[in-house]
């Protein structure tokens, strides 16, 4: 028996790869998706110049994350409308003074509490500095009497309660957004999860879609989407 290292003449030949792979939007737009690998990624091969194709891997939970974040942003901007397409990515969240109905819009919308915490006196400041966005953006009933935080109704967002604790949190460091790690927790939990099986058309439409949305190269929490592996030579 002889073995032999190279592939019989009527095999592609694959490229060595002498610098790092780049892969574009226009390569994910224009791929073909050749089929499923493991139950964790979609192989597709895109055209890659005049005669050569560039093999990748989609991450089919990184993906789908991506698309229900989108698909989350979408319905928050477009006043309720579940639809694909390119949501906005707001730099304040605190732009828009409906947002926390439209956060809290087919999902629970507001909960009413009698929820009690003692603060700090720094907490306190931090709370008079952001009272309007905090009733009026994000969408907590609350107020602050003799060091003691109240909260009559808190919003709901994804399943999850922006509670007294929440809010405390959000006070600490306001640049972390409980709405936007909501949003992203939610996405991650729903998404299609590895060892699932996938037809041929849940895949095709799965990239067709994430080609269609912002920040398609990653998912929610920053995770790649796409990885080039090789460039494949025609003929």
Sequence with gaps: ???????PPSAPALRPPTQSLQFTLEH???C??????????????????????LLSMI?????DERLRKAAVLSAIYAGGRFAFGAPPEPGAWGRDANLAYRLSAGDGGFRAGDAVAT????????FEARRAVIQNDYGWDAAVEAGVLSIKTYP???HAHMTADVLLRFLA????????????RHSCRYAVMFNTALSHAQMASMVRNLGQVDNWQTCAHGRPTVVPIRIVERG
């Design 1 to 7: 028996m002889r073995f032999v290292s190279s592939p």
């Design 28 to 30: 994910l737009r224009s």
């Design 32 to 53: 073909r998706v050749i089929g499923q690998c493991d139950r964790r990624w979609i192989a597709i091969m895109s055209p890659h110049g005049p005669a050569s194709t």
């Design 59 to 63: 991450d089919q939970h990184a993906a």
């Design 119 to 126: 603060i700090s006196e720094e907490q306190r400041r931090e």
């Design 156 to 158: 709901v967002v994804c």
């Design 173 to 184: 460091d306001p640049d972390r957004c409980p709405f936007r790690t909501s949003i992203d």
